[in-house]
């Protein structure tokens, strides 16, 4: 092409593309050095993006095929001549760069003689920043958050396998974090002060908590959650006041307890995931190894008639507490391990008999199965699409289903990098493409789903992996059978 620039190392003195260290977060990388060549073998491609501030000249350019992601992003921030350079990811086809433009194109088949490549740039996922941490006192099983928009307070709750829920002021402890990084004198042993963020420590079962979570009230102020585990109950209950006021600080312990508004009696043996209805948050579903999956409403216990003729009449009447299913499922033919309610009809359900049903809850009939070769232990059910991640019991590979799809494979993909069972995955709250897993092999991963290579790894936990949540669309949350509580930042730039 006559009009076509020479993005050669002559005419681009400001960045080295000719010494870029391969990708680090490529598997079985090929620690191979090429001797140079007196002519580099060279690709016209063309950059666009959807960024309007970061929009370059989208003429092609003739530029090293030797170059992966890091020199591509270069050349990119040498044409936007920025204060700050700003890191760049690159999709050719929807499929994010992890290996030289070479090796891309010989892979896929490809000539690069007469061939215009397009290079899409995003901004990168920046690297995954510790936020400190806090102990709870047995194995992390559940982690939940709540956010008040009104008065921006953030609040999480821990279930472990004490049978203690504990509930955690986020905007204490991250003043304390940032207070602590602005100390330059503080020592690591006061790490954990009289105070670290502990608002309160609830007894709520005598065995270990499987799963809990917030229930949102209006007020934001005294919340509701539900909890449930090993004693096959699950408790529905009031929270004390989650804003401490000069009102109530008199009154204020953290060993205050919470009020029991109703128990669900019904399953046989463990329940391994409850899940709210998002259409009206009034209903509820729970699955167990009991092989069934139940649905529960929330109403306020009522009033039953005492036969204790020894009591006087007016004591007669009691509150009754346990509360019946109105529905229960049961075509699975093993334990039921997750469960997810997506929509005000429809929930998605995970079972050590290697299937993922679909259910329309109305008609109780199970709409779709979807077969795997593993038991499944974990679902994410993405919002507003039909894609499920699946993590399984003997096997550290992550699936990626889309349970309507009309054509091809109902697995649309896997991911491979952890090295023991996945015990948690989740979509992130805003971008379609990120999501984190946990792993009995200590390690949370977060993964973009158009890259089969994971983006990072957090290697902070000293022990299994057994919840992952986020905390709106920056912060991550962790926990596992070290006890930690560990926070992490992590910034979506798309």
Same mark, same amino acid.
């Given at each position: 092409m006559s009009d076509e620039s020479d993005f050669s190392d002559e005419n681009f003195d400001d960045v080295d593309i000719n010494n870029e260290s391969e990708e680090d977060d490529v598997e079985n990388n090929e620690e191979e050095e090429e001797e140079e060549e007196e002519e580099i073998e060279k690709v016209q491609a063309k950059f666009f993006t959807k960024y309007e501030k970061y929009k370059i000249s989208e003429k092609p350019f003739m530029i090293p095929s030797s170059l992966s992601r890091f020199g591509l992003s270069e050349i990119i921030n040498h044409f936007l001549n920025l204060e700050t350079p700003?890191?760049?990811?690159?999709?050719?086809?929807?499929?994010?760069l992890r290996t030289t433009l070479k090796k891309y194109l010989s892979r896929k088949g490809i000539s690069s003689d007469d061939t215009i490549i397009d290079l899409e740039y995003i901004l990168a996922l920046d690297t995954p920043t510790p936020e400190g941490e806090r102990i709870h006192d047995d194995w992390i099983s559940s982690i939940s958050t709540l956010s008040y928009n009104k008065s921006g307070r953030k609040w999480c709750l821990t279930g472990g396998y004490d049978g203690v829920v504990k509930i955690w002021d986020l905007n204490k402890i991250q003043q304390q974090f940032i207070n602590k990084q602005n100390n330059e004198n503080e020592n690591d042993e006061d790490d954990y002060d009289e105070d670290d963020g502990t608002l309160y420590e609830l007894q709520c079962h005598n065995k270990p908590i499987k799963s809990a979570f917030f229930i949102p009230t209006e007020d934001g102020k005294r919340g509701k959650m539900l909890t449930a585990g090993l004693d096959h109950t699950i408790k529905w209950w009031k929270l004390p006041p989650l804003v401490i006021t000069k009102k109530n600080k008199k009154n204020y312990s953290k060993e205050n307890s919470a009020k029991l508004l109703?128990?669900?009696?019904?399953?046989?043996?463990?329940?391994?995931?409850?899940?709210?209805?998002?259409?009206?948050g009034k209903q509820f579903c729970s699955c167990s190894f009991?092989?069934?999956?139940?649905?529960?409403? /929330? $109403? #306020?216990?009522?009033m039953i008639q005492s036969n204790d003729e020894d009591e006087p009449p007016k004591k007669r009447r009691? /509150? $009754? #507490?346990?509360?019946?299913?109105?529905l229960s499922l049961d075509d699975h033919k093993d334990s039921v391990t997750s469960i997810k309610w997506t929509d005000k009809r429809t929930c998605i359900s995970g079972s050590y008999d290697k299937s993922i049903r679909v259910w329309d809850i109305p008609s109780s009939i199970s709409t779709s199965i979807l077969i795997g070769r593993k038991p499944i232990s974990c679902l994410s059910v993405q919002e507003n699409t039909n894609l499920i991640l699946s993590g399984h019991a003997g096997d550290s590979v992550i699936r990626l289903w889309d349970y309507r799809s009309k054509e091809g494979e109902l697995i649309k993909k896997q991911y491979k990098s952890h090295t023991g069972n996945v015990s948690s995955v989740n979509w992130h709250p805003t971008n379609e493409h990120i999501f984190v897993s946990g792993s009995f092999d200590n390690k949370v991963k977060i993964w973009d789903t158009r890259s089969s290579f994971c983006l990072f790894t957090i290697d902070k936990h000293d022990d299994k992996v057994l919840s992952t949540c986020w905390n709106g669309?920056?912060?991550?949350?962790?926990g596992g059978a070290d006890t930690i509580l560990q926070f992490h930042k992590i910034a979506i730039n798309e």
């Open positions: 700003v890191p760049f990811d690159i999709l050719i086809d929807g499929v994010l109703s128990r669900y009696i019904g399953h046989t043996d463990q329940i391994e995931e409850i899940s709210l209805n998002p259409s009206n009991d092989k069934t999956i139940k649905f529960w409403e /929330l $109403n #306020l216990p009522s009691k /509150l $009754n #507490l346990d509360q019946v299913s109105v669309d920056d912060q991550l949350l962790t």
